[in-house]
């Protein structure tokens, strides 16, 4: 079964509000988490890396102000897409890796989360 | 980031095998390399990882080349769902940046029935 579930799976909102997706991990605490965006027919695209209890890292040219990521807990790291436009339109995807593992396992992916602005 | 190089796309006839090459020739010693298939609208799934020595489990089989330059996923016998986009990814230990994992362009394999 899944060891990292995102919500929703699919979600359309009309342009200018804002959208909260949420990613849990199951089996194990995640300390960081990642948020990927991919866009059709495209590789998936690092957005940011959230950290438990500190503020994320993002990725060069991701604004932060546009997309905000809280990571309260050991289990859930939340991605808010602010005043989202139809160009904010794509599949969210998020990451995280079992401590345990050394910080060289395998990356467990959630199911994704597709955004429609209309 | 050390950066992977794959075919856009390769073809395999069902139960036949299938090997999808990577190249990484930048790879620092410390670089494990992991491979990742996706399925359309579905995040990726793991496959295999490995360092320095070929590895095989239940999915696939990795072989590593001695410079570890190179890397081969081999699918023994190729089914219609293995049909994906499959990504070669390095990851160091930089437990600083988190260990990222940055996705290059992968192959997507089709299955011929």
């Known amino acids: 079964g899944a060891v990292v579930s995102q919500h929703p799976s699919r979600v359309i909102c009309k342009s200018g509000t804002s959208v909260k997706i949420e990613c849990r991990s199951l089996?194990?605490?995640?300390?960081?988490m990642f948020w990927y965006r991919q866009f059709p027919k495209q590789s998936l695209m690092l957005m940011a890396t959230?950290?438990?209890?500190?503020?994320?890292?993002?990725e060069q040219g991701v604004e932060k102000d546009k997309f905000l990521i809280n990571h309260a807990s050991l289990t859930l790291s939340t991605l808010t897409v602010t005043s989202a436009h139809p160009e904010d339109s794509s599949f969210y995807i998020c990451?995280?890796?079992?401590?345990?593992?050394?910080?060289?396992?395998?990356?467990?992916f959630g199911e994704g989360s597709r955004l429609t602005v209309l | 980031d050390a950066k992977t190089t794959q075919p856009n796309s390769m073809e395999s006839n069902e139960e036949e095998p299938v090997h999808l090459p990577c190249n990484h020739s930048?790879?620092?010693?410390?670089?494990?390399i992991h491979w990742y298939r996706q399925l359309p609208s579905q995040g990726p799934e793991y496959v295999i990882h490995?360092?320095?020595s070929n590895v095989n489990n239940r999915m696939a089989s990795l072989a590593i080349a001695e410079d570890r330059k190179s890397s081969t996923l081999i699918l023994h016998r190729a089914t219609l769902r293995d049909a994906a986009v499959y990504y070669c990814?390095?990851?160091?230990?930089?437990?600083?940046?988190?260990?990222?994992?940055?996705f290059g362009t992968g192959t997507s394999l089709t299955v011929i029935p």
């Open positions: 930048t790879i620092s010693g410390t670089d494990y």
């Open positions: 089996d194990f605490q995640a300390t960081t």
């Open positions: 990814i390095l990851t160091g230990l930089d437990t600083n940046t988190g260990n990222q994992f940055y």
């Open positions: 990451s995280a890796r079992d401590p345990r593992t050394g910080g060289t396992g395998e990356l467990f």
């Open positions: 959230s950290n438990e209890g500190s503020k994320a890292t993002y």
């Open positions: 490995g360092l320095t």
